[in-house]
């Protein structure tokens, strides 16, 4: 049986909320297997979050930027190891920098960021640099982008938590996109809408659906249906523009955005999130 420490149960009930037996129970069935322990959690009905999309890390902060011409958007996340140095001012400019560079640079993935200049190097090796100036180890951890007719750009108050979303117009009220941006921080939709739902997503919540009927005492042959039944419940909370708007729960993001102009939807969003 693999060894389950104090730490991986904590983690577990982070993304979870289950309670700390059930996680290290869970843990265990699973030996080890994180991603399934969640699974076990789920089936169950122990889990009182969904697993979102979110990428674990420590501390730091999550920065997202847009280009002057709104064409461009880009998100890092540079770590540190305590919350102290993530509110250092050195730091803080530090990650300003790398996003500057990323953003009039516009590389492909992180490594390729990692690899452009910053201040007579590359950027890599000034986080390394920089380790010796404040003293604590940082990590480039994380770089997305997004391309569209207008990207939108949101940090939350504190840089732990950051959005970025794409539409297909320009020259919208600015309120507009940034009310989707919100939406997506506030809401953690894992898709854009329920056809960009990757079908392991899909097969996944109809299993857990079928197995928490099953428990429940449900015949086996409504458990089907009643995973179905779930299914959908899972797209409309779960997807941006089934979701209800939250500054007017009356309306869908889709009926939100085309009240507004027929031809504006969402064609894409990141979303990072820092333990909270």
Known sequence: MAAINAADVAKLRRVTLAGMMDCKKALEEAEGNFDKAIEIIRKKGQAVANKRADKEATEGVVLSKASSNGKLGVMIVLNSETDFVAKNADFI??????????????PADLDGLKALQLEGGKIGDKVVEYVGIIGEKLELSYYE???????QAYIHPGN??????????????????KDIAMQVAAMSPVAVDKDSVPQSVIAQEIEIGKEQARRDGKPE?????IAQGKLTKFFKESTLLNQDFVKDN???????????????????????????
């Open 250 to 276: 009356k309306m869908t993001i889709k009926q939100y955005l085309q009240s507004v102009n027929k031809e504006l939807t969402v064609t894409d969003f990141k979303r990072f999130t820092l333990n909270l």
């Open 160 to 177: 732990r938590l950051a959005t970025l979303v794409g539409f297909t117009k320009a020259g919208i009220d600015p309120q507009v996109y």
């Open 145 to 151: 982008k997004i391309e569209a007719e207008h990207v």
């Open 221 to 225: 042959e409504m458990l089907e249906k």
């Open 93 to 106: 400019a530090l990650a300003n920098k790398i996003i500057d560079t990323a953003l009039a640079k516009n």
